[in-house]
C-alpha cells in the first residue's frame, strides 16, 4: 500500500513541477469554459427560447464539464504504450507491485493534483464571471462525488483497455485521439444528449459513455432529482463493474502475450 | 539580381530535398497516416455534428443559422490543416530548446528560422484538410456561395491570412520558450483559442473578448470578418475596408514580428544539454 | 603563420534556477524561484594559427563546451569576442560557419531517420558542394573512415562508432578549414579511436586543417596535440606544449634497477634519490633535465653488478590530475 502511496504523492509533486504548464493548462480549459458558455449565451438568445433547461442551467453544466475535464485526465494509455515501446514490461513484471494499480495510483495522484492547482482557480475564476455553480443540495453534492468518481473508473478502464493495445500495435499515435473525440462527443460534455433525437438518446443512456460526464452533471445542477438519480447510477455502477472486469481479463490476455513472446 | 536568383534557387533546392526526405521518413510510419485519417475527420465532424444539433434545438447561434456556421467553421478549419502542413516545426520550439535542438541549425550557413520550417513539411496535415474541405464545400452550397474567380480568389487570400495569422501566433509562442526554457502548453492554449474564435462567430462574445481578439491578438480575422463579408452580415466590430485584403494584411504584419519575436529569442539561446 | 582562430576576453554567464525539493519546496517555486549568474567561460584569451592541432581539456563542467559552441556561432557570448579566420561567429554566422566542421561526440548532427547517405545529400546541397569536390571528398573519406560500409543504414540503426565515422565525415564533406571536435572519442571501443585518430592526422596532414580537440581520453593528446589548452572554473590556467607542461609538472623519470644481490646496505646516490629499496629491486627517481639515465646507472655500476633495469616516464594523467586538483586547491 506504501508504493502506491509513495507514487500517488510524486504524481502529485508532478503536477507543479513546472509553474508555466499549470498557468497554461488552467488557461487552456478557461478558454473552452468561456467559449463554451458564451456559445450557449448565444444559442438561447434575447429571448426566452422553449427548451426543458433554462440557461442557468445550462451555463452551470458547460462550467461543470469543463471542470470534470480537468480531474479526467488519465495517463493510464501513455504509460502502457510507453513501457511497451521501451521494452520495459518485463521489468514491470519483477516489481512486487500490481502494474495497473500503480498507473491507477499515479492518475489518482494526478487528480488530486488537478483538483488543487487546476479544478479550484478554474472554479473561482468561472464563478466570479458567471457566478458560482453551486450543488442544488448536500445528498446531491453527496451523489455527485459518488458519480464522478464512478464515471472516472469507467473512463479510465476504457483507457486502460485501449492502452492495452499497444501490446498487438506498438503505435497507438493519434488512434488515442479518436476515442478521445468519441468519447466526449458521446458523453454530453458539450452538447447534452437530452437535446439529441428521442431515438438516439433512448440508446445514449443505456452506453458507458453519458455516465462518464452527463450523469454527475446532472445530479449536481439538478437537472435530475436525487430520487431520480438512482437508476443511472445504478447503471453507472454496472458499467464500472464490467469495465473493470474487461480491463483485467484484458491485462492477462496481453501480458500472457509478453510471457510468450517476450518482453 | 544574379545573386538572388541564386539564393532562392539553393533554397528552393533544400525545401525540395527536405521535402523529399520527410515524406520518406512519414512513409516510415503508415499507422500514423492511418491514424490521422481516423481521428481528424471525427475531431471535426464531431465538432461541426454538435453544432447542427444545438442549433436545430434553438434554431440559431446569435444571428447564423447552420449554413452560415458551417461555411465560417470550413475556413476555420481549412486553414487549420494547411497551417499544420507548413508551420508544425513551430509546435516543436520548446522540445528543441530544451534539448539542444537548435545547434544543428545554427552549424549550417542558411538561416535556422528557414531550416526549422523546412526541415519538416507535414504531409500528414493534409488529413485535417479533407474533413475541412468537405464541410467548407457544403458550407459554400448551403450559403449559396457564387464560385466565380472574384470570389475564389478572395475566400484563398483569406485562408492565406489565416494561416499567416496562426502561424505567427505558434510562433510567437514556441519562442517563449528561448526566454523561460519552458512554454508549457501555450501552443495548446493557442490552438483551443483558434477553435474557440474561428469556429463560432465571434459576435457572440462580449465586446472586450470581440476587440481583443480583433486588434491585440487578431485571431478574429482567421475566419470571422471575411465570413462576414462573405454573407453580408453586420453583427460584431465594425470594418473599414475589404475583409479579405485585411485579413492578409494582418496576416503579414504578425507573422513578420513573430519573425523578430523568433529571432530575439535566438541569439538568446543557450544550447542547453550538453 | 596566419591566425585561424582568436578569442579576446571571451565569457559566458548563465542565468541557473534554483529548485528547492520536496513539497514545500515544490510549491515556494511556484510562486518564486531563485536565480543566480553562474560564469561558465570567464575571459579567456588564445590565439591559434592554421594548421595546428589543438587540445582543449579540463575537467566536467570547466567551460569546454561552451566555449567551443562559442567559437561555432551556437552561444552568444557575454562579452569578449571571438573570430575565425577574421570573422565574429555570432553576427557573421552563415559565412563564418561555412568554413566550420563540428562534431559532438555526445550529440549527432545526423539525420536520425534517415539514411546516413541522405544526410550528405542534404549537407551536399546546403553546403552547395560541387559534383567532383563531394566525390573526391567521398573518396577520402571512405579510404580513412569506411564510410560505404554504413551509407545505406538509417543513422538510428548506427553503432556508436560508425555513428562517430558519419559525424566525422559529414562534418568535413564541405572541406572546412578548421574543425572543431568535442569529445570526438567518448564511449568509442579502441579500433575506432584509433581510427578517429587517423582520421584527424591525415586530415591535418593533407588539408593544414586547423584543428580544436576537447576530449578525457589523454591519449588522443599524446597522439594528435602538440599544444594543449587546460581550462579549469572558466578560466586558462595553461596553454602551452605537451612538452613543457611535462617538464614543468613532471620533471622527475624513475628508474627501476634489478641487482644481482641484494645489497647489504641502504643505497645513496649523489644524483639520483631512491625511493624504495625492496630486495634486490631498488627504485630511483632524479630530474631528467639535469641528470642522465646514464650517470645514474654508471653510479650504481661503479658498486653493484646490475641485472636489469627499466625507466618510468611520468604518466600524463597523472600530470594533469596534478594540475586539476592543485586548480581545484586554489579555487
Partial sequence: MKVYWYIMRSRILMTMAYRFQVISTVLCQIVILFASVFFWKAAYGLEAVQSDTTLDQMIHYTVLSNLLAVLYTTFVEQNINQNVRQGNVAVDFIKPINIMGSYFAADIGMMIGSLLFRFIPMYLISGLVFGFTLPVSFPALMLFIVSTFLGFVILWCICGIFGLFSFWVIQLGPIGGAKDYIIRFLSGSFVPIWFFPEGIQQVFNFLPFVHIYQTPISIYIGKITVLESLFPIGIQLFWAAVMVLCLTQFQKVAFRKVVVQGG | MKKLLHSIWHHLSIVFFNFKLTVQSQMEYPSFLVGWLLANPLQFGFGILGIFIIVSNFGSIGDWGFQEITFLYGISVVSHGLTVVLFIQTWNIEYSVRYGEFDRYMLRPLGVFFQMITSYINLIGLTDMIPGLVILIYGCVGVGFEPTPLNLFKLLITILGAVLIRGAIYLLSGSVAFFTKSSGALIEVDSKLFDAVSMYPVSIYPKGVQILFTYLFPIAFISFYSAREFLGKTDGLPMFGNAYLITLLVGALVFFLAYLFFQWGLSRYESSGS | ?331
Avoid at chain 3, 520536496?22 to 518564486?32: D, S
Avoid at chain 3, 569546454?64 to 565574429?88: E, Y
Avoid at chain 3, 609538472?249 to 641487482?259: E, G, T, Y
Avoid at chain 3, 644481482?260 to 633535465?289: D, F, H, M, T, W
Fill in chain 3, 1 to 331: 603563420m596566419a591566425v585561424s582562430i582568436e578569442a579576446k576576453n571571451l565569457t559566458k554567464e548563465f542565468i541557473v534556477t534554483k529548485k528547492e525539493p520536496g513539497l514545500k519546496g515544490a510549491f515556494k517555486n511556484l510562486i518564486h524561484s531563485e536565480k543566480s549568474v553562474f560564469r561558465a567561460v570567464n575571459k579567456i584569451n588564445f590565439s591559434i594559427e592554421e594548421g595546428q592541432v589543438v587540445g582543449y581539456i579540463g575537467p566536467n563542467g570547466a567551460g569546454k563546451s561552451t566555449t567551443i559552441k562559442m567559437m561555432s556561432g551556437i552561444l552568444q557570448p557575454t562579452s569578449g569576442d571571438v573570430t575565425i579566420r577574421g570573422g565574429s561567429p555570432f553576427q557573421d554566422r552563415k559565412k563564418v560557419v561555412r568554413n566550420l566542421g563540428v562534431v559532438f561526440g555526445q550529440r549527432t548532427q545526423l539525420y536520425w531517420d534517415l539514411r546516413l547517405g541522405e544526410s550528405f545529400e542534404l549537407l551536399r546541397r546546403i553546403y552547395e558542394i560541387d559534383d567532383a569536390t563531394y566525390q573526391r571528398n567521398l573518396g577520402i573519406l571512405n579510404d580513412i573512415l569506411n564510410i560505404q560500409e554504413i551509407i545505406d543504414t538509417p543513422v538510428r540503426q548506427l553503432s556508436l562508432g560508425q555513428r562517430m565515422r558519419g559525424d566525422l565525415a559529414a562534418a568535413i564533406l564541405h572541406s572546412p578549414p578548421v574543425i572543431f571536435l568535442d569529445e570526438p572519442t567518448i564511449g568509442l571501443d579502441v579500433d575506432v579511436k584509433y581510427c578517429v585518430r587517423q582520421f584527424i592526422k591525415d586530415i591535418n596532414d593533407q588539408y593544414h586543417t586547423t584543428i580544436i580537440l576537447t576530449t578525457h581520453d589523454l591519449g588522443d593528446i599524446e597522439e594528435l596535440c602538440r599544444r594543449i589548452i587546460i581550462i579549469n572554473h572558466g578560466e586558462i590556467v595553461h596553454d602551452c606544449s605537451l612538452e613543457t607542461l611535462m617538464n614543468e609538472f613532471a620533471p622527475n623519470r624513475r628508474l627501476i634497477v634489478d641487482l644481482y644481490q641484494a645489497p647489504q646496505e641502504p643505497i645513496e646516490l649523489r644524483n639520483a634519490r631512491v625511493i624504495s629499496q625492496e630486495g634486490a629491486r631498488i627504485c630511483l627517481e632524479y630530474n631528467k633535465k639535469e641528470t642522465s639515465t646514464g650517470d645514474v646507472v654508471e653510479a650504481i655500476a661503479a658498486n653493484h653488478s646490475i641485472q636489469d633495469i627499466s625507466i618510468e616516464e611520468s604518466n600524463i594523467e597523472d600530470v594533469i590530475r596534478t594540475i586539476y586538483a592543485k586548480d581545484s586547491e586554489s579555487a
